[in-house]
């Protein structure tokens, strides 16, 4: 009979990349996965110091994941916050983009030094029942990401055929994207970057033009950049600054970003290979975020500048002015404007002629179309890893865009564009919502020796990073406590239901939070040789190494949840 009973021996094998005989650790037995996938070459060079074609051999896997940080969610974020609270929002983007881009550094060093991207991490470390929570709440994530992607899509195709496609149509056409991006797909996957950097100049494009027509003041920008604080603001102004953290730091783009640093021809057995991968995977991310971030900033800027402290009966006046067949949507009262995205696009159409509403639809297209692509690759990494299950990826793309039609489907034909666009707004705070299981994760197993060797977090990073999760775990407690004392307080079905998830939510992120303050002990500390951590909440590599070898060439047949069965 196998005797698993854990010696004291388990607990104190510290691991190191420089051991003749290394011991099976994430970081040697578990990354000889079998990979199919295709690979980038990286190009020796015999200069030292900095290299351009390494650089451009690297450059892929950020400006794939920069591409969630413009998705319609985002853009119709950034004119809302523009609108409620002019400039004064703007260090908040700016913020947000910064945590955005260390939890992202995160994300591609772990998917660089192990192998493994973050949801075959969580396969590996988490309990079952956590596990699946997690899992569960990701695939929230990618279909609530997915829905805004079909609204803004729908809007653009709206605006662009002058309202001869209807809405629900236009939710319909969106299927087509499976078909485009498992196209694509077959080109290879350096054409396939070539694409989604061609959208990013689409968007920069479109979304500069606009800013060029509007002007915004440039000081007032840059006070609004460097001034942490929104004086004279409304609670509204608060909720819109929760709306950009859920919008800007995506779930689901953590797990992607861990996923597609894998497609880099990396020599995992050598130290210099993997400082060298993670430095310049972390100077194309910064180029792709910063990218990202100047698109953003135009957009808030250029609706600062527009809509700021305009009512209904302003806009109106301007579009009857110039004659706009659009200018119904707007009420003759004098409530300050509601803006969406497709109010915004007729705004821009009624103040700077019917080109600057098509330019502007034409950017929030290529925004649906790319993130459409991305979160298909994360919803791939998500189903594989989490589930140890691999579906094809028409399979999948298939199922949650049909998951994400459904409902966009139904509000689009029984409802009017504007209940259509609102749902953005709950998306964001869904996304918000979910952030904890990825920080959380990708906090521990980055911060945990024996899977990272020496490439373990520093204090630093784990102070600013837990601080970072510490702060989005406090924003959304008050956010569901306030939307539910708003909402829900009249509906006791509603109310049970919200109390008993939030019951849930919290024990989860005091699991995870757990199993992260134990994935930085030493073998040897009590806690984590506690009988009780060691059953229910891990971290299980350092118990036994044995174990984990096994899993590095076939599934552990004692699992008991789910069959490696490829679909």
């Known amino acids: 009979m196998h005797d698993d ?8 094998l510290v691991p190191t990349m420089d051991e003749s005989h290394p011991r099976p650790t994430e970081t040697t037995g578990l990354s000889r996965k079998v990979e199919q996938e295709e690979k980038v070459h990286i190009p020796e060079s015999s200069q030292t110091g900095f290299s351009f074609r ?18 319609p969610g985002n853009i119709e974020s950034d004119l809302q916050s523009g609108t409620t609270a002019r400039y004064k929002l703007l260090w908040v983007l700016m913020s947000a983009t910064i945590l955005g881009l260390v939890m992202q550094r995160l994300s591609a060093r772990l998917g660089v030094v192990t192998g493994l991207h973050l949801a075959d991490m969580c396969y590996r470390q ?19 990401s997915d829905m805004q992607e079909v609204i803004g899509t729908s809007i653009a195709i709206y605006l662009l055929s002058n309202k001869m496609i209807p809405l629900w149509i236009g939710v319909l056409i969106t299927v087509i994207d499976t078909l485009s991006f498992l196209m694509l797909d077959k080109y290879g996957l350096r054409k396939l970057e070539l694409v989604f950097g061609l959208f990013i100049v689409i968007m920069a494009l479109s979304f500069g033009y606009e800013f060029a027509i509007v002007q915004p003041d440039i000081k007032d920008m840059a006070k609004g950049l460097v001034t942490p604080w929104c004086s004279n603001c409304q609670e509204s102004a608060l909720l819109q600054a929760v709306g950009i953290i859920g919008a800007i730091i995506m779930p689901h783009n953590l797990y992607l970003h861990s996923g597609l640093v894998k497609s880099r021809e990396v020599d995992r057995t050598k130290k210099d290979k993997l400082r060298e991968a993670n430095y310049y995977f972390f100077i194309e991310s910064s180029v792709a975020l910063f990218v990202s971030f100047v698109i953003n900033v135009c957009v808030v800027s250029v609706f600062a500048h527009g809509l700021y402290n305009k009512t209904n ?13 659009y200018s119904d949507i707007f009420q003759n009262n004098t409530e300050l404007v509601e803006v969406d995205i497709y109010k915004g696009g007729v705004f821009l159409g009624c103040q700077f002629g019917i080109g600057a509403m098509y330019i502007w639809a034409i950017g929030i297209l290529a925004a649906g179309q790319s993130s459409t692509m991305t979160g298909c690759y994360a919803g791939q990494f998500v189903m594989e890893g989490f589930l140890n299950l691999q579906w094809s990826r028409w399979k999948r793309v298939g199922f949650t865009r049909l998951v994400a039609i459904a409902p966009t489907f139904y509000v689009a034909f029984f409802s009017n ?17 979910q952030l904890p299981f990825a920080t959380l994760p990708v906090i521990a197993f980055t911060s945990n020796p024996r899977i990272m060797g020496e490439f373990t977090n520093g204090l630093g990073n784990i102070l600013i990073t837990i601080i970072l999760s510490a702060i989005i775990i406090s924003i959304n407690i008050y956010f569901v406590i306030h939307h539910t004392i708003t909402n829900f307080t009249y509906n006791l079905t509603l109310l049970i239901g919200v109390i008993t998830y939030s019951t849930i939510y919290l ?10 303050v134990i994935s930085m002990l030493d073998d040897c500390s009590v806690l984590r040789r ?19 070898q096994q899993t590095n060439y076939s599934p552990p047949s004692s699992q008991d949840d789910v069959t490696n069965i490829k679909l």
């Open 5 to 12: 009973r854990i010696t004291m021996s388990d607990y104190c």
């Open 54 to 71: 390494k650089l451009w051999a690297f450059t892929g896997p950020g400006f794939l994941m920069s591409i969630a940080y413009l998705d």
């Open 126 to 144: 988490y309990r079952k029942a956590p596990r699946l929570f997690v899992w569960l709440m990701m695939e929230v994530a990618i279909i609530g």
């Open 313 to 325: 009966s302003d806009v109106l006046d301007i579009c009857t002015k110039n004659n706009n067949t």
């Open 417 to 433: 564009i504007n209940d259509l666009t609102g749902m953005n707004d709950l998306l964001n705070a869904v996304m918000s919502l």
């Open 507 to 516: 024990l989860m992120c005091a699991y995870l939070t757990l199993h992260l």
């Open 530 to 548: 506690n009988p009780f951590v060691i059953k229910f909440i891990g971290p299980q590599i350092g118990n036994t190494f044995s174990k984990h």
